[in-house]
């Protein structure tokens, strides 16, 4: 596949993932920057492009990677893995360890939330701090998107009842990971949740 065509779907992907699940409604309070899950912004409907000339057709080497794409694969164990990953991340986010976010995410990792992105950097100083209290959190089953054989999607409902800063963090939400496997190693890019309409 093409990277223009990864590149592609990688984007559709995140736009399913993140859009389906609607904009957010409600009192909800953001957690601050940098805290892990904290809430994405309401989402908006997507402008419309521009109409195509009626003579127009698609170029034929779109039509011819579209053709030729296949779906790749994951094996069981890698799988397994990146289901663990995400399971004892919320696990490190109750735990405030820091450590553990250091290991798995990449260093150009983007956490996407209602105040705008943040890095690495401030997703570890963020779940290190003692600004926000996890009491509780459950996850629904995760649906995995190979994008390509070294990156997957991973969306799932999450509940949780914390609150940073005393504040309400939003719950329940549609979470999206994006994982990628760089020197043999599964690493988090991209984290960002979307909280459910009432």
Not at 86 to 107: C, H, I, Q, T, Y
Not at 169 to 182: E, G, I, Q
Request: include cysteine; aromatic fraction near 8%; charged fraction near 15%.
């Amino acid at each position: 596949m093409s990277t223009s065509a990864t590149l592609e779907r990688f984007v559709a992907l995140c736009f399913i993932a993140t859009f389906v699940a609607g904009s957010a409604t409600g009192a909800e309070v953001p957690a601050p920057p940098g805290a892990f899950g904290a809430e994405a912004p309401a989402s908006r409907p997507l402008p419309s492009a521009p109409a195509a000339p009626a003579n127009s057709a698609a170029p034929a080497s779109a039509v011819a990677v579209e053709a030729s794409a296949s779906i790749p694969t994951l094996s069981p164990g890698d799988e397994a893995l990146i289901r663990d990953l995400e399971n004892r991340s919320w696990a490190a986010w109750k735990m405030r360890d820091g450590a553990f976010f250091e290991r798995v995410l990449s260093e150009d990792h983007v956490d996407v939330h209602a105040n705008g992105l943040s890095g690495k950097a401030e997703v570890v100083a963020g779940v290190r701090s003692s600004g926000c209290v996890v009491r509780s959190y459950a996850l629904g089953p995760y649906s995995m998107t190979v994008v390509t054989a070294d990156s997957v999607l991973v969306t799932y409902r999450a509940e949780q009842d914390s609150a940073c800063s005393g504040r309400k963090v939003a719950s329940p939400v549609w979470a999206t990971s994006l994982y990628a496997r760089r020197s043999g190693r599964w690493l988090n890019v991209m984290y960002s949740h979307t909280p459910l309409q009432n």
